[in-house]
């Protein structure tokens, strides 16, 4: 995956007005993305801190552009994103290629008899504009050819059989660093340009898709890196040059299209484009807030970089933490992983915050302690031919505290394919739920139920999703989809924990209020009141006997569906705290006891979690 990034490079930050408006326009197309400009100094400075093995390479090129050609090979290949010249003028976001792993474009017929004759190869591609991942293997071929090209001039020359006897110092240039390289790169290594996506127009023989990045912009030409002096040879390279071109175009004209060894994404005179079915991906914001998240955030992050499906945009919301959470993420911006800070606002604001930065088909929201199995969102992407557009699907999911593969998976009622109505009914006539993560949202969806409601501050998933739920067509289960939930939120003081804070207590008390005037919304009826009280008393505890003015309100509201409350009971293992200290006691005695068993729980899963990883490393 190619991580958000655009580079580009200059001989000084001050540039002529013209290059600034074409800059700026770039800049407002991606606001999401960020914007690497690398003047004379900065060049210098990367390669020797970077690259430093390449250092007297990049100074012994006679030429600067020779020089800078080098840099920006370099340059995507360690950090990945884009790199565009400065007269790159992009009519629309380039968004849309972040799924590919490299992508390239079509810049015209070549003149060169070994590319056409020998590599069966009648067409160049462009280095004007180009996008990759890290450490992508073709990038790195074409650095090593650079390297061959300077050391051995012998190498050139083939590619030098068929340019203007006038010009031949420039295009030395274009077949040592520039297109001519890339395109010979690309001829001589099948394997690699399996991993290339070329923007080809639908006609090559059409000179008007030429210099084009796709439908997305076109190369304008602008700058020059030719020399300025003979200019009257200068003159008569040109007009042989547009003879040999047209000599060219007549030949294949009458010739098949080319036949290219990699992906291809073709765009017509329309500029409209054309993808494969079976190659389009729809693409998934994985968005995650994390607090306090420094010893977790790691291991979440890479579950979603191991994803099978890798069309993902990622994003980490800091929610004003006071340890490294956000130093830990940003390790991973690399790999293209997005953080954004903000202050501390809680979790629904941190969610709505990242949301405003995805650009997902689809929304995966993800705990920053949480996991996905690798191939949890691919399983649930491929299940949707069969479904419609508005069908949310879900997951299972299973508790663990640090060692996934003793997971708990427990299957409940909503375990199942349910419409809406039914899914509410179970959720709150059982009390059961899904945990925040098994969701993969429709994005239209998402935008159709509105942002997290930042007064919850507690189940304000639990809210969030009955929105979500009602405005789709039903729930499909992907029972081999997997999540993997770190609880209990008891144990850790998770956002799941209530407690006795009394902000959380009203916040959790909003929430059952919207629940039920949701369901009650979708239908009035016995069977919807059953699952409403039944949903008051399981609460019951949350509030009795310390918030009468709620227990009041609760008890009213379940009169007015034809039911009444009563006092919650405890367990055994608790009654008898109640019967000697009272409520007040015994509730603080059952959380204590739940949270000294769970703490238990959570130390020695961490020492054999440990231990194995100890073990496997032995091995």
């Known amino acids: 995956m190619i991580p958000k990034r655009i580079i580009q490079t200059g001989t000084t930050w001050l540039q002529p007005v013209g290059t600034n408006v074409i800059t700026s326009a770039l800049r407002r197309l991606h606001p999401e993305f960020e914007y690497d400009f690398y003047d004379d100094q900065r060049v210098e400075r990367f390669i020797e801190v970077e690259c430093p093995e390449y ?85 790195a071929a074409i650095i090593a050819n650079c390297v061959r090209a300077h050391d051995d001039p012998q190498w050139v020359k ?48 059409n000179v008007e898709t030429w210099h084009c990045f796709g439908r997305y912009g076109v190369h304008l030409m602008e700058g020059s890196w030719r020399p300025h002096s003979q200019r009257l040879r200068r003159r008569l390279a040109r007009i042989f040059e547009a003879h040999r071109q047209s000599q060219v175009l007549k030949q294949r004209k009458i010739c098949d299209q080319p036949k290219v060894n990699c992906r291809v994404l073709a765009w017509g005179p329309h500029h409209t484009l054309h993808i494969n079915t079976l190659t389009q991906q729809p693409r998934v914001s994985v968005l995650i807030p994390a607090y306090n998240a420094e010893k977790t955030i790691a291991e ?58 995805a650009d997902g088909d689809y929304i995966q929201w993800l705990d920053a302690d949480d996991l996905l199995a690798p191939n949890k969102i691919a399983l649930q992407l491929l299940s949707r031919p069969n479904l419609g ?32 109505l039914e899914w509410l009914l179970c959720k709150m006539d059982q009390n059961t739920f899904m945990q925040t993560a098994t969701w993969l949202v429709p994005r239209e969806l998402s935008e159709e139920a509105g942002p997290w409601d930042e007064r919850l501050l507690s189940d304000d998933d639990g809210e969030y999703f009955c929105r979500v739920l009602m405005a789709s067509e039903g729930v499909h289960f992907v029972k081999k989809s997997k999540v993997y939930y770190r609880s209990p939120g008891l144990a850790f003081g998770g956002l799941s924990y209530v407690g006795q804070s009394k902000r959380k207590i009203d916040a ?26 039944n949903f008051l008393q399981t609460s019951m505890l949350y509030f009795y006997p310390d918030y009468p003015e709620i227990v009041s309100q609760a008890q009213a509201l379940a009169n007015e569906m034809g039911g009444a409350l009563v006092p919650p009971a405890l367990s055994w293992k608790y009654a008898w705290m109640k019967s000697t200290f009272g409520w007040e006691r015994a509730k603080s005695g059952r959380e204590f006891l739940l949270k000294l068993r769970w703490s238990t729980a959570r130390r020695i899963d961490h020492l054999l979690w440990g231990l194995s990883r100890s073990k496997l490393a032995g091995d």
């Not at 879900?394 to 199942?416: C, E, I, K, M, V």
């Open 55 to 139: 250092k007297s390479l990049f100074k012994s090129f006679k030429l600067p552009i020779q020089k800078y050609d080098l840099f920006r090979y370099l340059v995507v290949y360690k950090l990945g994103g884009f790199y565009f010249d400065l007269d790159m003028m992009l009519s629309e976001s380039i968004a849309s290629l972040l799924g590919e792993d490299c992508v390239f474009t079509f810049e015209g017929l070549t003149l060169s008899h070994t590319l056409t004759n020998d590599l069966k190869m009648p067409w160049e591609m462009g280095n004007y504009a180009f996008g990759a991942s890290p450490g992508h293997p073709f990038l």
């Open 508 to 533: 959790h008390w909003l929430s059952m209020k919207l629940h039920i005037g949701y369901l009650r919304g979708m239908e009035e009826s016995p069977r919807v009141h059953k699952a409403c009280i």
């Open 389 to 420: 557009k508005r069908m949310l699907l879900s997951s299972s999911w299973g508790q663990f505290l640090y060692r996934t593969d003793h997971a708990h998976f427990r299957p409940t009622s909503l375990w199942r394919d349910l419409n809406p």
């Open 300 to 357: 979440t992050l890479r579950s979603v970089l191991n994803q099978t499906w890798k069309n993902l945009d990622i994003v980490v919301v800091d929610d004003g933490s006071s340890d490294q959470t956000i130093r830990v993420a940003e390790g991973f911006r690399k790999r293209g992983v997005r953080t954004i800070p903000q202050e501390n606002r809680g979790a629904a604001a941190a969610r709505n915050h990242a949301f405003s930065h």
């Open 158 to 205: 083939p590619l030098m059989r068929g340019s203007p006897a006038f010009a031949g110092d420039q295009y030395w240039v274009l077949n040592s660093t520039g297109p001519g390289l890339v395109s010979r790169t690309f001829a001589e290594n099948p394997e690699l340009t399996k991993t290339v996506t070329v923007l080809m127009p639908d006609d090559v023989c």
